[in-house]
T-cell receptor, first 112, second 114 residues
Framework: AQSVTQLDSHVSVSEGTPVLLRCNYSSSYSPSLFWYVQHPNKGLQLLLKYTSAATLVKGINGFEAEFKKSETSFHLTKPSAHMSDAAEYFCVDMAAGNKLTFGGGTRVLVKP | EAGVAQSPRYKIIEKRQSVAFWCNPISGHATLYWYQQILGQGPKLLIQFQNNGVVDDSQLPKDRFSAERLKGVDSTLKIQPAKLEDSAVYLC????????????FGPGTRLTVL
């Protein structure tokens, strides 16, 4: 069975500095991977998705993620954090039949 | 385009009471999902519908949870009787189909069981 591990439960950054959220997956097949963001009291919003095309995926709001098969990783980055990036982020693996497996989440705090 | 709608947004009940949540997916989306998100965890799939048929309900606690999507559009999730451990956010999502289609999520219903 596939699993998704987010290596940090909390990340704290200063506004204007880079953000790195780490994710490892365990699919034995070629995975379809997503990053979702969840702001307080709001639904999950898709940031970006990887479906075996380019390994560097660009998403909304300046986020991007790089798929590295050799490291079974799909880390999310943003060059410069904004206060509005404070939220919880989920790395997700999709299996056949559209079945999603979520990581445990990383809560991002942005300090002014 | 309207997103996934859910109601109510918040619900507080006492244990052993019953509760129902409603979801209206994005128009034209054939697949509908209900997830349970316990505080501090990622969402967990409870049930998946394709039109009005159940595709996967392996994680649904069927002794107390039930869900239906009678006309293949909106859906209702019910808990009867509720337990303390059912306190969570219940998320509804929809997608066009089941072929690696993006799932779009509603705002969720936060349930507190006292």
């Amino acid at each position: 069975a596939q699993s998704v591990t987010q290596l940090d439960s909390h990340v704290s950054v200063s506004e204007g500095t880079p953000v790195l959220l780490r994710c490892n997956y365990s699919s034995s097949y070629s995975p379809s991977l997503f990053w979702y963001v969840q702001h307080p009291n709001k639904g999950l919003q898709l940031l970006l998705k990887y479906t075996s095309a380019a390994t560097l995926v660009k998403g909304i709001n300046g986020f991007e993620a790089e798929f590295k098969k050799s490291e079974t990783s799909f880390h999310l980055t943003k060059p410069s954090a904004h206060m509005s990036d404070a939220a919880e982020y989920f790395c997700v693996d999709m299996a056949a039949g559209n079945k999603l497996t979520f990581g445990g989440g990383t809560r991002v705090l942005v300090k002014p | 385009e309207a997103g996934v709608a859910q109601s109510p947004r918040y619900k507080i009940i006492e244990k052993r009471q019953s509760v129902a949540f409603w979801c209206n997916p994005i128009s034209g989306h054939a697949t509908l999902y209900w997830y349970q998100q316990i505080l501090g965890q990622g969402p967990k799939l409870l049930i998946q519908f394709q039109n009005n048929g159940v595709v996967d309900d392996s994680q649904l606690p069927k002794d107390r949870f039930s869900a239906e999507r009678l006309k293949g559009v909106d859906s209702t999730l019910k808990i009867q009787p509720a337990k303390l451990e059912d306190s969570a956010v219940y998320l509804c999502a929809s997608s066009q189909g089941m072929g690696l289609d993006t799932q779009y999520f509603g705002p969720g219903t936060r349930l507190t069981v006292l």
